[in-house]
């Protein structure tokens, strides 16, 4: 299984977006979307602002491909589920830390979204 490299890690978190493009049933990518990502040890996760309705996290749940771009690093990732909650509450605390200064109305959408968190692995 292909991981980030700490290289690839520095330079993404240094980010508040990531532009996701996940592969549509008919195996075309979708136009890349902006997204709110966090950290947590070596992986990167992901979350639907919108819940299960976001156009995106359901081509994602559907493919489990697609590609990412944060600044000068683009990768080819699988989508994987992510639905430890211990995980999710680690993930639910690094949004607030991270994205806090935006305020509660952004945030609070992204932590009450758990359920379509996503982890990125790179292939």
Not at 27 to 33: E, I, V
Not at 59 to 87: M, W
Request: glycine content about 8%; some cysteine.
């Amino acid at each position: 299984m292909t991981t980030w490299t700490g290289d690839e890690l520095s330079r993404i978190e240094q980010d508040d977006e990531l532009e996701v493009a996940p592969v549509r049933g008919d195996g075309a990518p979708h136009a890349p979307l902006p997204v709110w990502f966090v950290r947590d040890g070596e992986d990167l996760f992901i979350r639907s602002f919108h819940g299960e309705s976001g156009v995106w996290y359901r081509a994602a749940r559907a493919s489990h491909e697609g590609r990412i771009q944060c600044g000068d690093v683009a990768k080819d990732v699988t989508f994987v589920e992510a639905d430890d909650p211990g995980l999710n509450d680690r993930i639910d605390a690094a949004y607030r830390t991270k994205y806090g200064r935006f305020g509660a109305r952004y945030v609070d959408s992204l932590v009450a979204a758990r359920d379509t968190t996503l982890q990125l692995m790179p292939r």
